[in-house]
């Protein structure tokens, strides 16, 4: 097939361009052309090769579509849609496999765990890109490539019908309230159905999004609230739902509020000088922006400029890496992505608007008991942000403690920037953030509760005995717990710790007087030095 002249990359902006080509080039060098396929980004799989980035570098092919991208592209889409699983019997249906080389899963070596052996929320991630495959370059597509995509996409709408929420921890957790996956899974099947003329497929797109949308409503915030990875899988969602559905569809309608009130709070949140975006996180794969390669930053990138985001001049190199691979589809999406923010917001992004307070709600039913309330300082070197919670389980709707993090305070040491992160070891949690303090309470605690405060690591001072040790801040604890505290280290290559999300830090670890009776309390008062 002979190659057309590459439009879309010329159309981009400047940021989004650039975005577009640094992504490109980086996973060049990771095709293999005799696979079909990418290698793994991580480079720590022996050569085996990734589904998901594949489709996204497909997608980047058919829009820099010079030489042989376009053959490729297909090449990679025919691979990836040939390996998708096809037994309607089976619950992992229609979606993808996570690796070229994986065994069938529910063969007797290989059973079906979910997000282990095979993710429901591949369906989305494949399914959306190839849905702007079609939007953007059907053009370029033999016929039998679209084919191909559309069946593809009616198979994984339908495999999205099987998912609804457990509290079983084995069985699946798609509630409207995990909000990237959902907004995937309701726009995947709003778009198909309308393609294909399914009615019911469009209604249970639309009926799907409806309960997505009442429930944003509640608190105008995402139910996922405050990732710096998953908030912008979500804006990915909105925006699609914005340029690729019809006016009559409830998602075209909602989506441009839903944006602009998800930018509100990330422009409260977001420290332009210290590029991060502060605390608390629902679930988070870092503690510092500048460290971890993160998803928000690549959606600065196309709106401020790479420069003034959080990722460093070669992002290929920094923690969670593989997510770079996104790279072309938020590029192509930036433009119709800006006109949906704000003037005020994106203005405001670029430098520090001064010491304020962000107080806003976040609900995640059926796993919090009640909404979440959120209160977060920010200052001209130091923010605190921390959430009161009441739970059915530990570890935050995600039911996991090592990305939740309910309170969070981070600095300006002078030479970098470090943080301190309340490890969840309690269901439910009451806060109280003012300026230079942050005080933590367990309404259900007991004398066996203890508050483990993780501490980054710094450059200028590699050892830590107490707080009086930590540059650039002085802490001071109080409340009721006891004044003698357990300190330990998580190192790559030691300590009594292991390393959360690829970052060292120190463990303060508190617990309660012997025979304590009342409600366990941790205040932790703060000062630059």
Known sequence: ?????????????????????????????????????????????????????SVWYAFGLLTRNNGTDAAEAERIITNVIHAQYKSPGDEWYATYRKESEEPEVGSPAYQPKIYGSWDPNWRGFVGTTLIMVIEEHSHILSKRTQELILQSLYKAAKGDEYRFGHLDPTQDNLYPAYSNPSIMRAFVSGWTGRRLNDRNMTSSGETYAQDIINLFSLTNTLSEFNSATYTGVSLFGLVLWSKYLPAESVMSRAAPNMIEH????????????????AGP????????????????????????GKENSSLIDQPQIMSHRADFAVGPLYAV???????????????????????????TRSYYPPIDKVPRNITTWLSENITIGAESFDEIWLGGPSRSQLSFNPAVVQWDTGSEISFISLYPTEAALQVKVKPWSLELAYPYGNSSSVFSLLVGTFKENRIISRWDDIPGLRASISGNVSPAYILSFAGHYGGDNIPIRDFEFWNFTYSMPAGFVGTPTLILDLDLV
């Open 262 to 277: 998800t930018w509100e709070v990330i422009w409260q949140l977001w420290h332009p000088g210290m590029k991060n975006i």
């Open 333 to 359: 999406l930036a433009d119709s992505h800006r006109e949906l923010i704000p003037k005020r917001v994106l203005a405001g992004l670029r430098s520090f608007s001064g010491e304020h307070i962000l107080t």
């Open 1 to 53: 097939m002979p190659a057309t002249p590459p439009v879309r990359k010329k159309s981009m902006s400047p940021n989004a361009q650039s975005l577009f080509t640094e992504s490109m080039e980086w996973m060049d060098d990771f095709y293999d052309s005799k696979a079909g396929y990418l290698y793994d980004l991580s480079a720590a799989t022996a050569l085996s090769h990734d589904t998901r980035s």
């Open 281 to 304: 996180w629902d679930r988070s794969y870092g503690y510092d922006m500048n460290r971890y390669l993160s998803l928000m930053a690549l959606w600065l990138w196309t709106m401020i």
